[in-house]
């Protein structure tokens, strides 16, 4: 009975760690991918996302046109906050949102979890369905500067993927026409969301900025 005693307040406390792991566990669901690659959800995200918006009448005009790509990725704090914003302007610029993934408390943690965040610098091999050239930030900012602009392409400026959960992730980004610096064309938080093995466009979040 003693040996019975003794052994009860491990029991207990294996069991309550293990709950507590599992808990956790469950609460913490988000990918924190920060390395120098790309996950091979990333990948599939990215290449979805550009496949789909790049497909739309928006773009008409620019089918011929070059495709770049800022290297320097724009950090996934920038996602997050977009939604954080129409998170707490529902009434308003969210109010077209239906189903909120997220709400405030897990979105502060998320931005705890990226304030180390270290800016991602794409590669062309990051993109497999279209033939893209890089351009570093500070040349774009050159260009318009100096009015020496990259004529006759669109520029592409996007955030890696923010993973939530294994079937939804943010992406920011922004679109502009080299004709004229980087005119804008369009810019938008989306969420993409996983339906029968593609990422497809499910919310648009806006910022609160226009051109």
Not at 54 to 80: C, D, G, S
């Amino acid at each position: 009975m003693k040996k019975i005693t003794c052994l009860l307040p491990l029991v207990l406390l294996f069991f309550c760690t293990t709950q507590k792991s599992r808990t956790e566990s469950k609460n913490s669901t988000i990918e924190f991918a920060f390395g120098n690659e790309l996950t091979e959800n990333e990948r599939e995200i990215i290449n979805d996302f550009i496949d789909i918006e790049l497909k739309k009448e928006r773009y008409n005009n620019y089918r011929n046109f070059e495709i770049v790509i800022i290297e320097e990725a724009l950090k996934k704090m920038k996602p997050i906050s977009v939604y954080e914003f129409n998170l707490n302007h529902k009434e308003s610029w969210g109010k077209f949102i239906d189903n909120w993934i997220l709400d405030s408390l897990q979105v502060k943690q998320i931005k705890r979890e990226l304030e180390t965040e270290e800016i991602y610098h794409w590669k062309t091999t990051d993109f497999k369905n279209i033939k893209a050239n890089l351009l570093k930030y500070d040349e774009l900012i050159k260009t318009i500067r100096t009015n020496e602009y990259r004529t006759n392409c669109i520029i592409i400026y996007l955030s890696r993927p923010l993973l939530i959960d294994k079937k939804n992730a943010l992406i920011s980004f922004e679109i502009g026409n080299g004709n004229f610096g980087f005119g804008g064309i369009t810019h938008f938080t989306v969420l993409m969301r996983k339906i029968n093995k593609k990422w497809k466009q499910s919310h648009h979040y806006e910022d609160g900025v226009y051109d």
